[in-house]
């Protein structure tokens, strides 16, 4: 099939989940796509009696390439345009040590719990392969998150910290991930400094390139007051941020997001008529909404290409638990402390079932060079993003409706004459 030919049978599959969704199921939409992927699987023997190929279908589409060389620009700048700016800064210092050292302590904590549970259920799995693994997993993903954290009774502060730590840990985790998957090839080890000292070259870079794209593009909006042509620097801004990180090899995720900070914030405020603001907003959720919805398509089609063995559940069900208390040893310390200092009930609970793994991690599992193990790696990476997509990011609302007081019902004068 040609590429425009796919993009039309995946955008008319979004279509028609949606719509069914929408109209009988009202589930999460992330989740209704991901089961709605997940499902086509099923559709093969069917398929192959009209001589339809789905699993050369599901083989053409280049995941890791989709994901990370064109739809994370689009998604992270839509989201970082709808967090808090103010908000941010001033939980600053929990979303960088989150999205930095909280990255390197889950990838070591994940990677070598693995490696000894292989061990135990006498899986063959080198600690290379086991790290690797932790590396491309602790990151939380940051648009199942976004998509998730929407809930009104979540507090600004939680909100802000999940949503934080999301949009930054890409870059720190790709890095981390990259140094790490260098050893599966029979490169050198990755110095402990090098590598840190790669990571704060990426992230500054990337942030220091996202700012002064956002600030040349407001002052081009401030000129002007045409919604069309302000909508059209919004999207240029985030392509072409990402594309010239890319370029000189600095955090295009990183990039994205600080320019989306920007125009959600400075450019809302002083750079948009009201006219301008609906359209972007609109153009922006819009692009939110279908991206994201034919991510977790695209996800759930990936099950063709994922080999499963059963004598691996074993494995699969350690490393939920692994990434689960990894997740709970590096959130602790902030839910305490948001908890004591700032009287947020439930605070670690919320940090370590908002932490949700997705798209992202399986695109940097599906570019792992073969190996004996990387047939493993896909298969225990798909089941933790599918458990955190499903379980958690299914009852994520429910947590946060049981830890968030309720309201006491209030006597007004009209509910009184109701009464």
Not at 174 to 203: D, E, K, M, R
């Amino acid at each position: 099939m040609t590429p425009f030919q796919l993009a039309a049978l995946f955008l008319t599959l979004v279509a028609g989940v949606g719509w069914i969704n929408a109209r009988f199921l009202r589930l999460p939409s992330g989740v209704a796509m991901l089961l709605a992927g997940a499902a086509i699987p099923a559709m093969q023997p069917l398929s192959s009696l009209f001589g339809f190929d789905l699993t050369g279908l599901a083989r053409q589409v280049d995941f890791p390439g989709t994901v990370m060389g064109s739809m994370l620009a689009f998604l992270l700048f839509a989201g970082a345009t709808q967090v808090d700016l103010a908000e941010m800064r001033r939980r600053r210092a929990s979303v960088w040590s989150l999205a930095t050292l909280g990255v390197l302590v889950s990838t070591a904590l994940v990677g070598g719990g693995l490696w000894l549970s292989a061990r135990v259920l006498r899986i063959d799995l080198p600690l290379p392969w086991a790290l690797a693994f932790g590396a491309l997993i602790s990151p939380t993903d940051p648009i199942a998150v976004l998509a998730t954290v929407k809930d009104d009774g979540l507090s600004a502060t939680l909100r802000t910290v999940l949503q934080g730590e999301a949009l930054f840990n890409d870059g720190v985790g790709i890095v981390v991930f990259t140094a790490l998957a260098s050893l599966l090839t029979g490169g050198p080890a990755p110095n402990l400094w090098t590598t840190a000292a790669l990571v704060v070259i990426q992230a500054a870079g990337g942030l220091a390139l996202g700012l002064a794209g956002g600030w040349l593009t407001i002052r081009l909006m401030r000129a002007v007051d045409d919604y069309a042509v302000e909508v059209t620097l919004t999207l240029a801004l985030a392509a072409g941020v990402y594309a010239l990180a890319q370029a000189l090899h600095v955090s295009g995720p990183i990039a994205a997001v600080a320019a989306g900070l920007l125009v959600g914030d400075t450019a809302a405020a002083s750079a948009m008529s009201a006219t301008t603001r609906r359209y972007v907003g609109g153009f922006w959720t819009l692009v939110d909404e279908v991206l994201n919805a034919l991510l977790f398509l695209l996800l759930g089609l990936q099950l063709l290409v994922v080999q499963f063995l059963g004598r691996h559940v074993e494995l699969w069900i350690a490393a939920i638990g692994l990434v689960l208390l990894a997740r709970l040893l590096v959130v602790a310390p902030w839910g305490a402390f948001f908890a004591l200092e700032r009287g947020e009930r439930g605070a670690t609970r919320v940090l370590v079932w908002g932490g949700l793994h997705g798209a992202l991690s399986l695109a940097l599992a599906l570019t792992l060079p073969p190996g004996p193990a990387r047939g493993l790696i896909l298969s225990v990476t798909y089941a933790v993003v599918v458990f955190s997509l499903v379980a958690q990011g299914l009852t994520f609302p429910l947590l946060i409706k049981r830890i968030t007081p309720r309201q006491p019902n209030v006597v007004t004068p009209e509910s009184a004459e109701r009464l």
